[in-house]
């Protein structure tokens, strides 16, 4: 083993897996998943019981049970006088806020009965720096002292956060809790809608992706620190990988014009062959990290659109191939392209052997032969056709 093979094989073992990947819910894939407003929002549609989601008071009865067993961090109200109808209510302006200055802030979610309030102040991934007291003052001025505040957060946080004076004292519920609570009180019936279940569950993935966002980061800082270590190493390890790369990328073009292809954007082709003919070869990157090759020979252009793809079908059966690492057609459904022979193969290059010597074998055997090599048989298919 060579020092620097050593060097790789040290820092390798030096460094930390990696958190799993999570997998996308519904929110990631539109592009909010960390978006408070979004959330509000989803959050409202659960908690008004006069929604089509048919959950009825779940979401309210899971709150007002955690309210309980954390009354003693609010103001004394007693919770089971909040009860009756209610409507919700999202981005409430606090115009009966004290300070003009604090009068066109919003309330994120607001649940008001005939004579009390829950005002939910909503926190996904921001700093707590709201003006709860401009919130308290709106829903006081409407509602009398019959008024609960609560912070909604993804950590638990710190008494001091949420208490402005004696008089005001928002009481903090994380949304695991919340969650956790609603998980323990579904019931799921014959009449359940489908698709709200499917809400509820993309809404539940949000909340818990957002807390493996949080359990990830000791285990991506604990790697950053073994990187920033092992930074000199890695450095040099990366310019050899860099440097490889370029040799190979090099090594591509070389063989390819010893059969007479030059490089066109990222095709290789030979205009004396046939200009619609091409061959494309995935990233060296891939060669030298994967040691996997992947090429393919392909028509394009004007000849693309003319040539009988059945035809192509029957003229792959006829070439002199024992190798199940060449297939034919098109990886992905293409108009613009099809493939006439795909090389496809992991584990390509063997200890000591020459990446040059090994490509080459590969297009001789195959696909350069004259006459019965894929290239020749090819384009005498396609003359035939007058293609």
């Known amino acids: 083993m060579t020092d620097f093979e050593k060097n790789i094989e040290n820092v390798t073992i030096r460094l930390p897996k990696l958190p799993a990947k999570r997998k996308k819910n519904i929110y990631d ?34 709150l007002k049970e955690l309210l309980k067993e954390k009354q003693k961090e609010g103001t ?16 409430d302006v606090t115009r009966s806020a004290n300070e003009d200055e604090e009068k066109q802030k919003r309330i994120d979610v607001s ?9 939910i102040e909503n926190k996904i991934n921001h700093t707590l720096n709201n003006p ?14 019959n008024v609960i505040g609560i912070i909604l957060s993804i950590p638990k946080l710190p008494r001091q956060e949420c208490v402005v004076n004696d008089n005001i004292k928002y009481i903090n519920i994380t949304h695991k809790e919340l969650i956790r609570r609603v ?7 014959t009449k359940t809608n489908d698709l709200s279940l499917f809400y509820l569950k993309e809404y539940i993935k949000t909340i ?37 790369v370029r040799f190979i990328d090099n090594e591509i073009i070389e063989v390819f014009e010893m059969f007479g292809y030059k490089k066109v954007k990222s095709w290789f082709v030979n205009e004396d062959k046939h200009p619609d003919m091409y061959f494309w070869i995935h990233d060296s990157k891939k060669i030298v990290l994967d040691n996997s090759l992947w090429f ?20 792959f059966k006829s070439f002199d191939i024992k190798d199940a690492k060449i297939t034919h057609g098109n990886s992905s459904v293409s108009k613009v392209r ?14 000591e052997e020459s990446f040059r010597t090994a490509f080459t074998n590969v297009l001789s055997t195959y696909f350069m032969t004259e006459n019965t090599g894929i290239v020749d048989k090819t384009i005498a298919h396609l003359t035939k056709q007058n293609l």
């Open 132 to 145: 709860l007291k401009a919130y308290w003052e709106h829903a006081q001025a409407k509602f009398s002292n």
């Open 183 to 189: 998980q323990k009180n579904l019931i799921i019936g």
């Open 296 to 315: 393919c020979y392909e028509i394009q252009g004007e000849t693309n659109k003319k040539v009988d793809k059945k035809g192509l079908k029957t003229l």
């Open 29 to 62: 894939i539109l592009g909010v998943h960390t978006k408070e407003t979004i959330n509000s929002r989803v959050l409202a549609y659960f908690f008004n019981s006069k929604e089509e989601h048919q959950f009825n008071t779940l979401f309210i009865d899971a």
């Open 338 to 351: 099809t493939h006439i022979a795909k090389y496809n193969h992991h584990n390509f290059l063997n200890d």
């Open 111 to 119: 649940i008001e009965g005939i004579d009390w309030t829950i005002i």
């Open 208 to 244: 818990e992706s957002h807390y493996k966002t949080r359990t990830d980061q000791p285990k991506m800082n604990e790697l950053v620190s073994v990187l920033t270590k092992q930074g000199k190493h890695i450095k040099d390890i990366q310019h050899k990988v860099d440097e490889s």
């Open 76 to 91: 004394g109200i007693d919770i089971d006088t909040f009860n009756g109808d209610f409507n919700v209510l999202t981005e």
